[in-house]
């Protein structure tokens, strides 16, 4: 008993003397504070990390607690990232982890439409398998109206065979006909008349697919959708009774190239007041220049720079690549019955 009192006590001294060095050099542990909360990514971050394809990044914000339904800034939650960019191991990863496969975004879509609008078809049977709602109710945009609109046969071709409704209507009534009517994708349509589609089909503003092809001067689509006496009626009549057919531009490939940049530099906490400069810049001359000459120059980049020094601190900055210069014909010249480049003095 009395060896065990000092060997306690000698111990206890010597316990007592090791943590007093350890607080005095900080390395003791601190007890009683509160673990610092997780800080979720911004959606610009996480957007930026999850379209680059980086899974260990996306494993890491999961495990330290964030949402798999967490929201993007654009395309939607991580799920829905992995089908627009046609990533399987990144839906599984945020499937295996609760993800709701039938999650809507900002805009009304889920994963299954955004694969689909992406042509996806790997993605898009992979989202149906593991239990993608194929169809939605009431008034909604369907992956087959997805399909059909961006122009994949393949996509459309299964989601059709899988038992898509094929007189699905959109928000506003727009129906999957009226899709191939609007991009003039007759081939699209005939599978479509095939399925059963009903041409009859009016949106919120009374106009058919008929209507539309016919005011989009898809006349391929207006004979394959109706009977000879309906299209040879509607060929007769005036232009001016379809209306005149506009269609929304897209965006410039200079100002695509500059918001992806911007994106890119906010993701990284960059200052953002230049770019935002460019961009203005950009969509001004843009503004001002007639339709059918609006090819502004290309190939904006980011540069970013750093010392082997101190890596850690980095510069950016905005690189624009000239366009190519137009290749001048080399001038020949024949020697000894060969003919050989002129050399450029």
Not at 55 to 60: D, G, N, T, W
Not at 112 to 139: F, Q, S, T
């Amino acid at each position: 008993m009395v060896a065990g009192r000092r060997f306690g006590h000698r111990f206890g001294h010597k316990f007592t003397g090791v943590l007093v060095c350890a607080l005095a050099f900080g390395l003791a542990p601190a007890w009683g504070q509160a673990a610092k909360p997780f800080q979720p990514p911004s959606p610009v971050t996480y957007g930026v990390a999850l379209e680059l394809g980086n899974l260990s990044q996306a494993r890491e914000w999961l495990d330290a607690g964030l949402s798999p339904d967490y929201l993007a800034d654009r395309v939607g939650t991580g799920l829905m990232i992995g089908a627009w960019e046609g990533n399987l191991p990144l839906m599984e990863l945020f499937l295996a982890r609760g993800a709701d496969i039938n999650a809507v975004n900002d805009k009304g879509e889920q994963a299954l439409l955004l694969a689909a609008w992406k042509g996806h078809l790997p993605a898009v049977k992979w989202l149906v398998e593991h239990g993608a709602a194929l169809n939605r109710e009431g008034y909604q945009w369907s992956a087959l109206h997805y399909a059909v609109f961006a122009g994949h046969q393949e996509v459309a071709e299964w989601l059709l065979q899988q038992g898509a409704n094929v007189n699905a209507q959109a928000p506003n009534g727009s129906s999957v006909l009226m899709m191939a009517a609007y991009e003039g994708k007759d081939a699209l349509a005939i599978r479509l008349m095939e399925h059963g589609a009903d041409p009859a089909i009016r949106n919120e503003n009374g106009h058919t697919a008929l209507d539309w092809a016919m005011k989009y001067d898809h006349v391929k689509v207006a004979r394959v959708i109706t009977n000879p006496e309906e299209f040879i009626e509607a060929a007769n009549r005036p232009r001016a009774d379809w209306g005149q057919g506009r269609k929304s531009e897209k965006v410039p490939a200079e100002i695509q190239r500059l918001l992806e940049v911007r994106r890119a530099m906010e993701a990284k906490g960059y200052d953002l007041a230049r770019i935002d400069q460019r961009i203005s810049a950009a969509r001004a001359r843009y503004a001002r220049l007639p339709p059918g000459a609006r090819d502004l120059p290309p190939a904006i980049g980011l540069e970013i720079s750093a010392s082997r020094a101190a890596p850690q601190v980095q510069k950016a900055r905005l690189v624009s690549k000239p366009a190519p210069a137009a290749a001048k014909p080399a001038a020949r010249a024949k020697a000894g019955g060969k003919a050989v480049a002129a050399k450029k003095r």
